[in-house]
């Protein structure tokens, strides 16, 4: 069955430093990859796309990388601030329309220290 | 433009008691759907109304039912709640689910139910 992970553990990372998740798919084959962030107590907020015949793809300090042939998506953030500290989560998507596949991962929390 | 709005915030249930949870959207977008979000577990699709008129299945449907009333509002039923739906729900929406697009979808703030 598809399936998708992002790092389990918590990322801890300096502020100024760049952080970096992950997200990994096995048996699937997605044409998007949407990333998200979601504050605790809140809903998941849209942050980028990235296509699969796109290898990356920038948003001011905002990264995503996408490896068909590795089966994962890398998601750095540059110059982190504690504002940044928050929930990611990726979401592989198929080229076809339906919602039905649409799998998210469990997230990555991600705390940025001053 | 107040976005994807969900009703009531915190519910608590007894087993056996039933309830509606609401959404509505003002952002005029064709597609809406329903997740919960459990720890660890990440977001699971529970149905979605790809547009005003139809409804789906997800990968967890089983104990709940949904109503699309019109093309604003999306509605989920628990008709006979159960312990294990002790979860955080969300309604999200998104403009539309077609070939060769991928729109993000806009999430509401979420219910926070438990079931006793």
């Known amino acids: 069955s598809q399936k998708i992970e992002q790092n389990s553990e918590a990322l801890n990372i300096q502020e100024g430093k760049t952080a970096t998740l992950t997200c990994n798919y096995t048996?699937?084959?997605?044409?998007?990859l949407q990333w998200y962030r979601q504050d605790p107590g809140r809903g998941p907020v849209f942050l980028l796309l990235i296509r699969e015949n796109e290898k990356e793809k920038r948003k001011e300090r905002l990264k995503v990388t996408f490896d068909t042939t590795l089966k994962q998506s890398l998601f750095h953030i540059t110059a982190s601030q504690p504002a940044d500290s928050a929930t990611y989560l990726c979401?592989?998507?198929?080229?076809?329309?339906?919602?039905?596949?649409?799998?998210f991962g469990s997230g990555t929390r991600l705390s940025i220290r001053p | 433009n107040a976005g994807v709005t969900q009703t009531p915030k915190f519910q608590v249930l007894k087993t056996g008691q039933s309830m509606t949870l609401q959404c509505a959207q003002d952002m005029n977008h064709n597609s809406m759907y329903w997740y919960r979000q459990d720890p660890g577990m990440g977001l699971r699709l529970i149905y979605y109304?790809?547009?005003?008129?139809?409804?789906d299945k997800g990968e967890v449907p089983n104990g709940y039912n949904v109503s699309r009333l019109n093309k604003r509002e999306f509605s989920l039923r628990l008709e006979s709640a159960a312990p294990s739906q002790t979860s955080v729900y969300f309604c999200?929406?998104?403009?539309?689910?077609?070939?060769?697009?991928?729109?993000?979808?806009?999430f509401g703030p979420g219910t926070r139910l438990t079931v006793l």
């Open positions: 979401a592989p998507l198929p080229g076809y329309s339906s919602a039905s596949k649409i799998i």
């Open positions: 048996n699937y084959s997605p044409a998007y």
């Open positions: 109304s790809a547009s005003e008129g139809t409804t």
């Open positions: 999200a929406s998104s403009v539309i689910v077609r070939s060769g697009s991928r729109d993000e979808q806009f």
